[in-house]
């Protein structure tokens, strides 16, 4: 008897030409998949160099890369099989966690002092309380300060769902203050590789006016779209190839999986169902950063997507709360992970999600 190699990207057409006839239709509707071969030419003395790299000269004479496209929301990936079987690099976390530790004692250290608070005051959570970013992105926009100082810290479902409804608590009084503000984004920039300019642990979040920003109404208009022409929901399509792919994990009432279509390395989305809010959300949030931790990430950014708090005229129906995690890759590497292709094109990955998925214990 022979085992099978573990599923691999570089093998993502095989793959999808076998799954069972249903995802196999949705996966037809959703993604255009090819994959094509590099070939160089690389000299002599270079030899030790790339065995040392990429193991043989073999590999990188032929790479294979995957490129799937999102035919509904048209965002896409590349992925070079050759940067994704590379061992994930050990990253070093000691000047990491040594910044961390002598950053101890920062206004968000002592919040009731160091930051300034909404007009509406504070919201109070179990392990946290709420500030107004001083600098701020929109009318309203605010940051849930964690009482841990540690970003490092394990972050677990309870907590999670403490943040989440701190946010929530945090929303409703801006909408309150500012009726118009109708749509609400909460975000975590973990690090300063991943946009944070505050060591100290927090998310921040916003609300803004006239339509939600412009990404989650692309995604909204998309889905509906979507919907309107092939008589299927987006979400449930998305999940159905992600899930016979052996891409996902149910946690609670949520969905969990490592995105075929990353915007950056080893993206998880975490969905629940529509009409639901963004609690259900915390034991997929959970699964993820659990699975980040043994992966060795220390730089990732979350963003949750919702619903507007307040009915807008617009059809919403099918969207379910949604949390997006991304890794942001080593604080400690001076190359910025995102480049123009990823600006102005579409996101290089290195990461395979199926290692991803062996992570959130599928
Ligand atoms: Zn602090």
């Not at 976390?93 to 504070?122: H, Y």
């Not at 392990?127 to 309203?140: E, F």
């Not at 803004?208 to 109404?217: A, L």
């Not at 979400?235 to 279509?261: K, N």
Request: aromatic share 8%.
């Amino acid at each position: 008897m022979t085992i099978a190699p573990p599923a691999a990207i570089a093998d993502l057409e095989d793959l999808i030409a076998a799954l069972p006839a249903e995802a196999h239709a949705a996966a037809t509707r959703l993604y255009q998949i090819s994959t094509t071969t590099g070939r160089l030419d690389p000299p002599e003395e270079m030899t030790a160099w790339i065995e040392r790299l990429f193991g043989s000269v073999a590999a990188v004479r032929e790479q294979r890369i995957v490129r799937v496209t999102d035919l509904v929301t048209l965002e896409g990936a590349l992925f070079n099989e050759l940067r994704a079987r590379r061992p994930m690099e050990v990253r070093d976390t000691t000047e990491v966690r040594r910044t961390i530790e002598e950053a101890q004692g920062d206004p968000f250290c002592r919040p009731e002092t160091g930051t300034p608070a909404d007009t509406f005051g504070r919201v109070r959570g179990e392990r946290s309380v709420t500030a107004a970013n001083i600098a701020k992105y929109d009318g309203y926009h605010g940051v849930i300060v964690f009482d841990e100082h540690d970003p490092l810290a394990p972050v677990d479902e309870d907590a999670l769902r403490d943040h989440l409804a701190t946010g929530r608590r945090w929303a409703a009084q801006a909408l309150e203050a500012d009726p118009g503000a109708r749509y609400w984004f909460l975000m975590w920039n973990c690090l300063w590789r991943a946009g944070g300019s505050i060591v100290h642990a927090h998310m921040q979040m916003t609300t803004t006016r006239g339509m939600h920003y412009p990404k989650v109404e692309a995604l909204r208009r998309a889905a509906n779209a979507y919907a309107e022409r092939s008589g299927h929901d987006y979400f449930e399509d998305v999940w159905s190839v992600h899930r016979a792919l052996g891409l996902g994990i149910e946690a609670g009432r949520t969905r969990a999986f490592a995105s075929i279509v990353p915007v950056k390395e080893r993206e998880v989305w975490v969905i629940g169902r529509p009409g639901e809010d963004e609690a259900v959300l915390a034991p997929g949030i959970a699964r993820v950063l659990a699975a980040y931790r043994a992966l060795g990430v220390v730089a990732f950014n979350m963003a949750v997507y919702v619903p507007p708090l307040a009915p807008d005229g617009e059809d919403w129906r099918r969207f379910p709360p949604i949390a997006r995690v991304v890794d942001r890759g080593d604080p400690a590497n001076k190359t910025s992970d995102i480049g123009a292709m990823e600006l102005y094109a579409a996101s290089v990955i290195a990461s395979d999600p199926f290692r991803v998925a062996d992570a959130l214990g599928r």
